[in-house]
Structures are given as C-alpha cells and as structure tokens.
C-alpha cells in the first residue's frame, strides 16, 4: 500500500505540472468570469443565475474531459517512454497494481480541477444571484455583483503572481504551485463571496449555494472517471496522438449519453438533484470504468517496456 500510495501522489504531482493542466485550469476560470459578465441574457430574469451556472457547469463537462483525456495519456506515455515505468515495476510492485495506481492517481488530480471550478462557479452565481438582487431593487439590468467578479479575477491572476514568488524564493516549480494556489484561492473565494453578500445583506441563502450545486456537479465526476480509465487503457498501447484520438471518438459516441449528466437544466426548473440520483448514476458509471480498466491491465501485461 506504501508503494501503491507514492505512486498516486507521484501522479497527482506530475499532473499538476503540466503547463496544459495549468492552462487549461486558467482558460475555466476566465470562460467561467467572462460568461458572466453577459449578465444582460437572462432569459426574461426569471433566473439571474443561469448563465453562470451554466458557464460553470459546461466548464465541468467539456474542458473536463479534454483535462482528463490529454493529462492522462501524457502521464501514461511519458512513464513508458521514459523508462520509469520499467524501474517502478522492478520493485514488487505488480502490472496491475501499477496501472490502478496511476489511473487513481489521474482521477485525483482531475478531481484537484475539478474542485477549483467548482470554487469559481460557487463564487459566481453568488454574484449573478447578488446582482440579479440589486437590479431589482434599483430597476436596472441585471448584472454581475462587482466583488464577485473581482474575486474570480484574483482565482484567475493571484495564484500565477504567487507561484512565481514560490518559485523564484522558494525553488517551487511555477505550474504545480500555481495549479494548488489557483484550488486554494477558489476556495477561499467561494466563501468570501458568500460571506460579503451576506453581510450586505443579500440574505443567507447564499449560504445554502455550494449545498445547492454540489449533486449536479458531483455528476461530472462520473465520465470524466470513464474517460480517464478509457485513456489510461488507450495509452499503454498506442501512442499519444493515437489515444487521444481514440478518446476523442470515444467522446462522440457517448456524447448522447451526456444529458443524463448534465443537469443544469434542471436546477433552472427550481429542481434539486436527491443524492440517490447520484448514487445510481455513479453505479451506472462502475461497469464503464471497470472495463477500461480491466482493458487497460490486459493491454499493460501483454506491453514488452524493456
């Protein structure tokens, strides 16, 4: 388990300092900020935070899943290309258990952008929400609350500012400790956000946003894990341009499938997400990712990395 343990941290930590992880993090955050200045789209008003949540949560499926996909075959080719594949596995670490851990290991450093997205998105329906208070007690448009959108430019800046601080002071490396700053600053803005509009007096149901959100983003989780089991399998066979392609056509043919994932529809309706509609689409989820898997192992055992 120690051995299993370091490889995940390993992986989680080479995630991270992939300059396309970092940008791909940053791009998020401002498409996120960005779709919310258009506040003025509102569809009548009705809902004052649609398009940021809508912004936030196509974020979570699209550039996800291109996160997952690209991430996971560049930290699977480069072990194998490398040799360290071959020099981990001359420990008695098996195939199999090799393979788990890095695609685990995958998942979580998706997770850590996951994660951060969903701070900014909190961050910013808490603004559209505020802004949609304040248009209706002025009689103006609708339109993004100034300190939310401050704060999803500092998610956006300050950690690029202190990660080189760290790495010029510190001997940091500028990627990994910007991709950590950027989880940390989200977070941390998430709940600024919430306790300024409070304390304006927009009311505690800010409070209850990140409750509110967390079901429908939760879902997201499930097929990037798919596709993050799908590219770790593809990845150990072929090369990387090859694996990618595949996921790609991976991503056509279950593109249909999607709308059982994305619910932000639903929470325009005034509808909740129950935990147990997670719960099923999470098992519904399972037999995906342990076929990949078990492909990945197979393709992994049968692989000469001498």
């Known amino acids: 388990m120690r051995r299993w343990r370091?490889?995940?941290?390993?992986?989680?930590?080479?995630?991270?300092?992939?300059?396309?992880?970092?940008?791909?993090?940053?791009?998020?955050?401002?498409?996120?900020?960005?779709?919310?200045?258009?506040?003025?789209?509102?569809?009548?008003?009705?809902?004052?935070?649609?398009?940021?949540?809508?912004?936030?949560f196509s974020v979570l499926l699209v550039i996800g899943i291109v996160y997952a996909v690209?991430?996971?075959?560049?930290?699977?080719?480069?072990?194998?290309?490398?040799?360290?594949?071959?020099m981990a596995l001359a420990h008695p670490v098996s195939r199999a258990g090799f393979f788990v851990a890095k695609a685990s290991g995958a998942f979580l450093a998706y997770a850590v952008f996951a994660l951060?997205?969903?701070?900014?998105?909190?961050?910013?329906?808490?603004?559209?929400?505020?802004?949609?208070?304040?248009?209706r007690r002025t009689g103006d448009i609708a339109f993004i609350w100034g300190p939310a959108l401050a704060i999803d430019a500092a998610v956006a800046v300050l950690?690029?500012?202190?990660?080189?601080?760290?790495?010029?002071?510190?001997?940091?490396?500028?990627?990994?400790?910007?991709?950590?700053?950027?989880?940390?600053?989200?977070?941390?803005?998430?709940?600024?956000?919430?306790?300024?509009?409070v304390a304006f007096g927009f009311g505690d149901g800010m409070i209850g946003v990140p409750l509110w959100l967390a079901p429908a983003a939760v879902m997201l989780l499930f097929p990037a894990a798919v596709f993050v089991a799908a590219s770790a399998a593809f990845s150990v066979r072929v090369k990387e341009g090859v694996a990618t392609a595949l996921a790609g056509a991976l991503f056509i043919v279950a593109l249909p499938a999607f709308g059982n994932y994305y619910l932000s529809s639903a929470l325009s309706k005034g509808a909740t997400i129950p935990w147990s509609r997670v719960f099923a689409a999470g098992l519904a989820a399972v037999p995906f990712v342990a076929s990949f898997g078990l492909l990945g192992i197979h393709l992994f055992n049968q692989r000469d990395i001498s």
């Open 6 to 56: 370091a490889i995940v941290k390993a992986t989680i930590l080479e995630m991270s300092s992939e300059p396309l992880a970092l940008l791909l993090t940053l791009s998020s955050i401002a498409i996120i900020a960005f779709a919310s200045v258009f506040h003025i789209h509102q569809f009548g008003g009705a809902d004052s935070s649609r398009m940021a949540r809508d912004a936030g």
């Open 70 to 86: 690209f991430c996971t075959v560049k930290v699977f080719r480069r072990e194998i290309e490398s040799g360290t594949a071959q």
């Open 116 to 135: 951060t997205v969903f701070g900014v998105t909190v961050t910013t329906v808490v603004g559209a929400k505020a802004g949609g208070i304040v248009a």
């Open 159 to 197: 950690p690029l500012v202190l990660a080189a601080v760290a790495d010029r002071f510190f001997r940091c490396r500028f990627t990994t400790a910007a991709t950590w700053l950027s989880l940390a600053i989200s977070l941390l803005g998430a709940a600024a956000s919430i306790a300024l509009a």
